[in-house]
């Protein structure tokens, strides 16, 4: 599986095919995002990105226009998990990258669960993204591998020509972080710690929010994950 191809999706087989993905990651119950509406948002100057090995989909990336021409929201990325290991999700947004600055954007916005490691690694720390906003119960009650779990989100800010963000996408040396680590550390696993200790999980996530509501408040930002520490750093 080595032989991969990105590019964008063409025609409706393959837009049905990130449909089937979105519902083989997400499980039963999560809405997918339609393949004739990720079709339609691409026609308009969207992103529906794919990792292909053998001409099947593995991994996808979707973004869509913003009132900015220069600002693309990145709404879902999404690889298969026999795919995993293969760091398809850092390759996808690589390639969202160099789809963007081709066509003058220089700024994509999403958002994620600030509980999940894994995620804060890939769009913190490999990336370089940066998040000064959160956002409460953003999504409501969810579904899929989300059932039971709060809905908070971190939006984060991928300024696509920073050197930071340059420098990791080309694999030069990491610029240092700055700033300080938040003194609160997150579960190795929000679902089996909400599902063990429900009122635990619960007082976690609100102390999460209230630190990072009151340090984006008063002018800080994240700008770093580590995952050996399970911690963010903040600077400002």
């Known amino acids: 599986?080595?032989?991969?191809?990105?590019?964008?999706?063409?025609?409706?087989?393959?837009?049905?095919?990130?449909?089937?993905?979105?519902?083989?990651?997400?499980?039963?119950?999560?809405?997918?995002?339609?393949?004739?509406?990720?079709?339609?948002?691409?026609?308009?100057?969207g992103l529906i990105g794919g990792a292909f090995a053998e001409g099947r989909?593995?991994?996808?990336?979707?973004?869509?226009?913003?009132?900015?021409p220069q600002v693309q929201h990145s709404h879902r990325l999404a690889v298969l998990p026999e795919a995993r290991g293969l760091q398809l999700g850092v390759r996808l947004k690589?390639?969202?990258?160099?789809?963007?600055?081709?066509?003058?954007?220089?700024?994509?916005?999403w958002t994620?669960?600030?509980?999940?490691?894994?995620?804060?690694?890939?769009?913190?720390?490999?990336?370089?993204?940066?998040?000064?906003t959160y956002l409460p119960d953003y999504y409501g009650e969810m579904a899929g591998i989300n059932s039971g779990l709060g809905s908070d989100r971190l939006l984060v800010d991928w300024e696509?020509?920073?050197?930071?963000?340059?420098?990791?996408?080309?694999?030069?040396?990491?610029p240092q972080s700055p700033g300080a680590f938040l003194p609160l550390t997150l579960p190795e696993d929000i679902e089996a710690l909400t599902r063990d200790a429900p009122d635990q999980a619960e007082a976690l996530r609100l102390t999460?929010?209230?630190?990072?509501?009151?340090?984006?408040?008063?002018?800080?930002?994240?700008?770093?994950?580590?995952r050996n520490l399970r911690q963010y750093r903040l600077e400002g």
């Open 1 to 45: 599986m080595t032989d991969l191809t990105f590019r964008d999706l063409s025609g409706m087989a393959e837009f049905r095919a990130a449909e089937d993905l979105q519902r083989a990651v997400w499980g039963e119950g999560d809405q997918p995002d339609p393949a004739d509406l990720m079709m339609v948002i691409q026609a308009e100057g």
């Open 57 to 68: 989909l593995l991994g996808y990336v979707f973004g869509f226009p913003t009132r900015d």
């Open 94 to 109: 690589l390639y969202q990258r160099r789809w963007g600055l081709e066509r003058g954007i220089t700024h994509v916005r």
């Open 112 to 132: 994620f669960d600030p509980f999940r490691c894994v995620n804060a690694t890939l769009n913190l720390h490999r990336l370089g993204a940066t998040a000064a």
């Open 160 to 174: 696509l020509g920073s050197d930071r963000v340059a420098a990791l996408a080309e694999g030069r040396a990491r």
């Open 208 to 226: 999460l929010r209230q630190e990072l509501q009151a340090a984006f408040a008063a002018g800080r930002r994240i700008v770093d994950f580590d």
